[in-house]
């Protein structure tokens, strides 16, 4: 009788521990496994990688990746049927209805336009249709060509109407281009969307824009790597110390060019005063910046800017910027100089 009420007794004690033991080891096996997660797609016309360093769940990666296939729908400019390439298939004939985010975006390139007086302009589609760099179509056009296209540059024919929530590109033949833009814009709203998803630890690289989110695990300060512009993507000349929130973004001639017949190189930034490739001997501009869509209008822009003009007007955003010279010399702000340490003893640190 003892020995039966003591079975009893022990019984559902061993249960209870047994229990507990597996729920125990069960959710943190779960809570291991869906702290870290990786994924990379071709979306934006480049790789798009998040990997989620503490706190990841499907629902996180999955609703940031529907944001940037939704992104590419609204403002790529080289897919057919997309808000963009209707607006510009419309130009000249009819306002397009366009959805608050790139309403928003277009306002912002204009912004960026205007504070860098044109060097930065999103309606330069035309002329960079025309080059076609980076695509089957890319060639050198002629003289006459490039001015044409360039008379059909100008980014005070663009009309943002909120009221009516449309745009519209008022020269036929006018075509918009958020290309210099649009993956900065893509990588803050994944920074938002990962933080309502409660991710405490992320990188989002959409094709070497990069924006941290949270802490790093180890609490220490996020390390960035800076492209080294002779060298191929993702290998870096040094290392930006930042805490999260921040965002670093290149702008180079390495990204997209081609070589001519006659042996010369041809990159995929314009200056709109010319209508041809930017020679100032600039190979690369860094922006850091806790706005990604900032520093990737304004890596672009201050490319086109140049050194001098464009270091003022880093400064007047307020943001980090590493100017570097077909020579190999870098130049820095005063922002930039606090948290990037170069590693690569081949390129040189000046102050002009
Ligand atoms: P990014 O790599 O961010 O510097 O952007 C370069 C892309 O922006 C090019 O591939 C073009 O689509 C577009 N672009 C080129 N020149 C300019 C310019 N001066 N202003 C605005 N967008 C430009
Ligand atoms: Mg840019």
Same mark, same amino acid.
Request: net charge neutral; proline share 2%; charged share 25%.
């Given at each position: 009788?003892?020995?039966?009420?003591?079975?009893? =007794?022990?019984?559902? =004690?061993?249960?209870?521990?047994?229990?507990?033991g597996?729920?125990?080891?069960?959710?943190?096996?779960?809570?291991?496994?869906? =702290?870290?997660?990786?994924?990379?797609?071709?979306?934006?016309?480049t790789?798009?990688?998040?990997?989620i360093?503490?706190?990841?769940?499907?629902?996180?990666?999955?609703?940031?990746?529907?944001?940037?296939?939704?992104? #590419?729908?609204?403002?790529?400019?080289?897919?057919?049927?997309t808000?963009?390439?209707?607006?510009?298939?419309?130009s000249?004939?009819?306002?397009?209805?366009s959805?608050?985010?790139?309403?928003?975006?277009?306002?912002?390139?204009?912004?960026?336009a205007?504070?860098?007086?044109?060097?930065?302009?999103?309606?330069i589609?035309?002329?960079v %249709?025309?080059? @076609?760099?980076?695509?089957?179509? #890319?060639?050198?056009?002629?003289?006459?060509?490039? %001015?044409k296209?360039?008379l059909?540059? /100008?980014? =005070? !024919?663009?009309?943002?109407?909120? %009221?009516? @929530?449309?745009?519209f590109?008022?020269?036929?033949?006018?075509?918009?281009?958020?290309?210099?833009?649009?993956? /900065?814009?893509?990588?803050?709203?994944?920074?938002?969307?990962? &933080?309502?998803?409660?991710?405490?630890?992320?990188?989002i690289?959409?094709?070497?824009?990069?924006?941290?989110?949270?802490?790093?695990?180890?609490?220490?300060?996020?390390?960035i790597?800076?492209?080294?512009?002779?060298?191929?993507?993702g290998?870096?000349?040094?290392?930006?110390?930042? !805490?999260g929130?921040?965002?670093?973004?290149?702008?180079?001639?390495?990204?997209?060019?081609?070589?001519?017949?006659?042996?010369?190189?041809?990159?995929?930034?314009?200056?709109?005063?010319?209508?041809?490739?930017?020679?100032?001997?600039?190979?690369?501009?860094?922006i850091?910046s806790?706005? &990604?869509?900032?520093?990737? @209008?304004?890596?672009?822009a201050?490319?086109?800017?140049?050194?001098? %003009?464009?270091?003022?007007?880093?400064?007047?955003?307020?943001? @980090?910027?590493?100017?570097?010279?077909?020579?190999?010399?870098?130049?820095?702000?005063?922002?930039?100089?606090?948290?990037?340490?170069?590693?690569?003893?081949?390129?040189? #640190?000046?102050?002009?």
């Amino acid at each position: 009788m003892n020995c039966f009420n003591n079975q009893q =007794k022990k019984k559902p =004690k061993i249960v209870f521990f047994l229990l507990a033991g597996f729920i125990l080891f069960s959710t943190s096996f779960l809570s291991c496994e869906a =702290k870290t997660l990786n994924r990379s797609e071709l979306v934006l016309g480049t790789i798009c990688s998040i990997r989620i360093l503490d706190g990841a769940s499907k629902k996180a990666m999955d609703a940031a990746f529907n944001r940037l296939e939704e992104i #590419e729908a609204v403002m790529s400019a080289n897919k057919e049927g997309t808000v963009v390439d209707t607006i510009n298939s419309n130009s000249g004939i009819s306002a397009v209805k366009s959805p608050e985010d790139l309403r928003y975006l277009v306002k912002k390139a204009m912004s960026i336009a205007d504070a860098s007086d044109g060097a930065f302009d999103p309606s330069i589609g035309t002329l960079v %249709k025309l080059w @076609g760099i980076g695509f089957d179509s #890319e060639n050198v056009p002629n003289a006459e060509d490039i %001015k044409k296209a360039l008379l059909l540059t /100008g980014r =005070k !024919e663009i009309i943002v109407d909120d %009221k009516n @929530g449309t745009i519209f590109l008022a020269r036929e033949g006018m075509k918009l281009d958020l290309g210099a833009i649009a993956k /900065g814009y893509a990588a803050d709203q994944v920074s938002d969307i990962l &933080s309502k998803y409660r991710v405490k630890a992320a990188v989002i690289d959409l094709g070497g824009n990069i924006k941290v989110v949270g802490k790093k695990p180890d609490k220490q300060s996020w390390k960035i790597g800076v492209q080294n512009p002779f060298d191929t993507r993702g290998s870096r000349l040094g290392l930006a110390s930042l !805490e999260g929130g921040y965002s670093v973004v290149t702008s180079g001639i390495y990204e997209r060019h081609f070589v001519s017949d006659d042996g010369v190189d041809y990159h995929h930034i314009f200056d709109p005063k010319t209508g041809y490739p930017v020679r100032n001997g600039l190979v690369s501009v860094t922006i850091i910046s806790k706005s &990604s869509t900032d520093a990737d @209008g304004l890596a672009t822009a201050l490319f086109v800017l140049g050194k001098e %003009k464009g270091m003022a007007m880093a400064d007047k955003w307020a943001v @980090g910027a590493i100017f570097i010279d077909q020579d190999r010399t870098l130049v820095l702000n005063e922002y930039a100089k606090k948290v990037f340490s170069l590693e690569d003893s081949s390129f040189t #640190e000046s102050d002009s």
